[in-house]
């Protein structure tokens, strides 16, 4: 009998999983930034962002109802508008989740030898690599109760943040009673430029909810729960994310520097309550390791699907492990790859730290994978329906011009670096058509 993926997964745990690769914490980790580009409206950034991501997670879940299986935007753009731009997509994405654990593991590697600075970074690498691999390998039901108490660890941290806010912010006097609302609305700092800046980045929080879609054929009511979980996801990632930056922006405003803009949270976290300086720090790398697992199980997903459809080596990314009903090799390469680009990437960073470069490049294909998924949304919905509805063309087309100009926003080294990526996939895909072309003809006589 032929090994198959498992529908295991309910409504909560494919919930659980956007979460954990999405995180609660994610607007912690570049809260400063984000307020300073901005302008001090960090939570309205967020806002906004909440709502464009909707936009896209709308499209997202209701392709899946139309394609329950693995494969998310490579599958749907395929099928609704062409098979070579499914493939384009597909190996944007595969850009994109596998750069996923990569970043993840470079990110709490440097981390973890900030603490314990007497052991080699590779060493961390090494082992947070191991983890998420073993992990993965276990089969989705593991997977999934692991993500449960990493979600319910985050929640206690995030509650302890809220409530110490909330102690500090009432025992602390404040100018005016403006400053409740100066977080929306600050008219001293207020610029169109800098709010647009500031969502652009705020976007970044919901990076990964798309994985959601790649568990459809392990979901035990896809039709109906992919489309629930990926908007319950965006939309409770997007409540967490405004509570922390609004209590964060009150804690410590715009007109008072951070020690260290990048672990800007951290030090608001302090000044709420000193012991959770330490807390936080490590529950952003255990959250960060969270969603790294995660990413590569939507990753080795995605591959498996690529490979059961023939667009890569079946033999290989289209195996099953019977025993434990996960791809095994498509988890055993994500692994290996996200080790080593650990030790590559912050070599080829140049100015730019190996995180930056490797975020950069994973906007580039989860923007282009975005954009396809609201065309195909788009086509099948509004343009082949039988009895389109206005919001058939509104919700994709507002989701596919906020993922172009997002897109168009980032870096050129990202779009050069992209763009490589993207040309090697089409030479792939050249390659095997000619070598399909050519061994028709030798066993027919015939071109294909």
Known sequence: MTARLQRALSLWDLVIYGIVVISPVGAMSFFGILNQKGGGHAVTSILIATFAMLLTAISYGRMARAYPSAGSAFTYVGQEIHPLLGYIVGWSMAMDYMLGPLICVLWCSQQAHDFVPAIPYWTWALAFALSLTVLNL????????????????????????????????????????????????????????GLWGGTSLAVLTYLGFDGI?????????????????????????GVFSMLEVYSAQLIWPISEPYPDIDTAFTFVAQRAWAPLFVVVGLTLIVATGGTGMAAQLGAARL????????????AFFGAIDPKRCTPRNNVLLIGALAFGGALVLPAIAGEATGYELGANLLNFGALIAFMGVNVAALMRHYWRAENPKLADLLVPALGFIVCLLLWWGLSARAKIF???????????????????????WIRTGTAE
């Open 418 to 440: 992209g763009a490589v990526w993207l040309a090697s996939g089409i030479l792939i895909w050249a390659c095997k058509r000619a070598h399909r072309k050519s061994a028709n």
């Open 138 to 193: 276990q089969g989705v039901k593991i997977s999934a109760r692991a993500n449960t108490i990493l979600v319910a660890g985050m929640v206690v941290v995030i509650a302890a943040f809220l409530v110490a806010a909330l102690l500090y912010i009432f025992g602390h006097p404040h100018s005016s009673p403006g400053s409740f609302t100066r977080p929306f609305y600050d008219p001293l700092t207020w610029s169109w430029q």
């Open 213 to 237: 879609s790649t568990l459809a054929e392990e979901a035990r009511n896809p039709r109906r729960d992919i489309l629930l979980a990926t908007v319950l996801t965006c939309l409770i990632i």
């Open 303 to 314: 591959l498996y699907a690529m490979g059961r459809s023939g667009a890569l080596p079946e």
